[in-house]
């Protein structure tokens, strides 16, 4: 995109299990003019195990928060 980009740092070390790889990521969205950090904090997200699927993912709201500020900074 030409107004944001998405940042997706380790948030801690992956935990890699005999059936299982977590990757604990924090996606957080900037405008690419500004870089700001947003005027609120991500809080913890967890999400259930999911036995039999071969992939899960999640987004919290604070990820779409970071997008909707990214856009209103550009």
Same mark, same amino acid.
């Given at each position: 995109d030409q107004v944001l980009s998405l940042d997706l740092p380790l948030? %801690? &070390?992956?935990v890699i &299990?005999?059936? %299982?790889l977590n990757l604990g990521l924090k996606?957080? *969205?900037y405008s690419i =003019? /500004?870089? =700001? &950090?947003?005027p609120f904090e991500s809080q913890? *997200? /967890?999400m259930p195990e999911q036995p039999?699927?071969?992939l899960s993912v999640g987004m919290s709201d604070f990820t779409l928060n970071t997008a909707s500020y990214g856009y209103y900074s550009a």
């Open positions: 948030t %801690s &070390e992956p &299990e005999a059936s %299982s996606g957080e *969205f =003019k /500004t870089h =700001k &950090e947003p913890p *997200f /967890t039999g699927y071969m």
